[in-house]
């Protein structure tokens, strides 16, 4: 078997369950949920119903695994492309005043709120406006909700949470679904207004970087495991790989089937693993070079969530980053603790 990532079903559950704390819960799966791919999902369906994606193209795929889901599209969609949305019973984030304007019948959708992050959002000199266009419109909102763009500091959340609240107020309507925390949301604040979550990084027991996991992330649970193939061993003298940018004297050298398409950044090299292994010559499109005293089948890259924190906080990268980067073709392994049962995708 070529190199795969192992996922653990068990623990991702028991990081939602964490994280929702009695509320609804809406499981962001973007970018091919977030590189660890789709099929996972399949373990999930039966206990959670609503997922989040950016693109059109993205909620096509998802409906094509299940008929029944709640899909909300956060990006942003034409609306041109409005029927369609209506005709595959997927929910649309309307974020500006042309897409409220050409709002159609049973297009179901969610407000989206910018409490400054300057990205996508109706800003605060535009809620009069909003509140207005409510009113003469029958097609009212399913929800309404915002993103917290720095949910690790508490002062400025803490203004955002309570602006969101006025929105709310001020549009004097009644939302199925209100959301606004993501994984550190969802963890550092107590919302009673807010009826649903967002998670995305936190479901893989995982938080964007090394200093926010220390401070927020030890009750998250283990989730990914990866283990590269070992293609060779071999004693080398000599230059490594590319470039030759390094030079060794009689050490042991593995090459694994990884490399920076599946998410192993060139800037990698030199990386000193705990056990003082170490990522040697420049790392290639699909493999790269470990000197270490001896090696197995596998090498347990990332064994724990501290591995892959380490190795972003070497490479000046987030989590997402490198998770987004894994490569389809990696095999994916399924652990389900309570019944010991596994799966081979």
Known sequence: MDSYIEINITKMKENIEYLRKNKKVCLMVKANNYGVGNDVLEYLFEEYNFYGVTTLYEAYELRKRNNNIEILICGHIDYEFFDECVKH??????????????????????????????????????????????????????????????????????????????????????????????????????????????????????????????????????????????????????????????????????????????????????????NKDKIVGNICMCQMMIEGNSFDEY??????????????????MITYEMLGGFSQRMIKKYKMEKNNDEKNK
């Not at 508490?154 to 929105?167: A, H, P, R, T």
């Not at 990332?302 to 591995?307: C, G, S, T």
Request: include cysteine.
């Open 89 to 274: 019973n997927f929910s649309v984030s309307i974020h500006g005043k042309d897409g409220l304007v050409n709002i159609i019948p049973n297009l179901k959708y969610h407000l989206k709120i910018d409490v400054g992050m300057n990205r996508l959002g109706f800003k605060y000199e535009e809620i009069e406006w909003l509140k207005t266009r409510l009113e003469t419109i029958q097609n009212y909102p399913t929800g309404i909700y915002t993103h917290l763009p720095e949910a690790i500091n508490e002062e400025l959340s803490i203004k955002q949470i309570k602006y969101f609240e006025d929105v709310i107020k001020r549009t004097n309507l009644t939302y199925e679904y209100i959301h606004c925390q993501n994984t550190i949301g969802a963890i550092k604040y107590k919302i009673d207004f807010v009826n649903m979550i967002r998670p995305g990084i936190g479901i893989w027991g995982l938080l964007a970087n090394e200093k926010d996991f220390l401070l927020l992330g030890k009750e998250l649970k283990n989730v990914i495991l990866v283990h590269a193939k070992v293609q060779q061993v071999k004693e080398v003298t000599g230059p490594i790989g590319y470039d030759g940018i390094d030079i060794v004297d009689h050490k042991l050298i593995a090459t694994i089937r990884l490399g920076y398409n599946d998410g192993f950044d060139r800037r990698l090299q030199g990386y000193i693993f705990k």
């Open 299 to 316: 090498y347990p890259i990332i064994k724990e969530q501290k591995d892959l924190l380490s190795l972003c906080e070497y490479a000046n």
